[in-house]
């Protein structure tokens, strides 16, 4: 039991709500924790709520009866939201960015934890109220992109590898075909991993034809899960929409053009701004 000062008292609540998010607390967790009364800690939240609301941190959301308690939300406004994808959009409008064969480098944004944590908040948000049990990825650059969001939503993550790993013990493993090289791939997931009839978020840092996120799909069929959505960072434009294997999606940024011999690339908010 802490003995602080109200002002010391809200500075450690608020860490505690933002280091467990989605969790039902019990007003008792607080009074038991600080040695106080649950009128004052129910004052001590009003506080935290209007910050969290005013400051578009997300919600604090509370629920009356002996079950009840507080629960944290994360969530980003829209116009957050867009703000920081247009500067996301900046950053890969850089033309150094361009390498051989049209690809883009980005491995030092997603290397980024302060970026790669407001975009998972983004995604966390964009499926605010879908019933979710884990997040999914497969290796390996869309691992950072898969636990930003899960934090965010105070869920585990399952790692799909693209070649079986001994330590992963019995595993199902598929072939895909690449939607943008029409080449086959292999993809597996351990059977420990992923309980069956899991509802499922797939995460990706970089999306062109959908063949990876496809895989994953007809993967988690083998588990009888469910696919709850799908979110990308990044999807590319230069594929005409009979090519694309995947349609239901959220992306945050838009390739529309990445020209190799102009050296230029034109980037614009995804699909999560189209209203």
Known sequence: MKKLKRSQRLVDMTQFLLEKPHDLLPLSTFADRYGAAKSSISEDL???KEVFEGEGMGELQTLAGAAGGVRYIPRMPTDMALAFVDGLCGQLEQSDRILPGGY????????????????GKIIATAFYGVEIDVVMTVETKGIPLAYATAAQLGLPVVLVRRDHQVTEGSAVSINYVSGSHKSIHTMSLSRRALREKSRVLI?????KAGGTVRGMVDLLG?????VAGVGV???SGA??????LLHDYVSLVKLSEVDSKGRRITAHPGNYFVF
Do not use: C, H
Request: charged share 30%; hydrophobic share 50%.
């Open 46 to 48: 009003a506080i935290i």
């Open 239 to 244: 594929v005409e929409n009979e090519e694309r």
């Open 104 to 119: 883009l480098y980005m491995s030092d944004l997603l290397g980024l934890p302060s970026l790669m944590e407001q975009a």
């Open 222 to 226: 083998e588990f009888n899960a469910e």
């Open 203 to 207: 995460v990706d840092d970089f999306m």
């Open 233 to 235: 960072l990044v999807e």
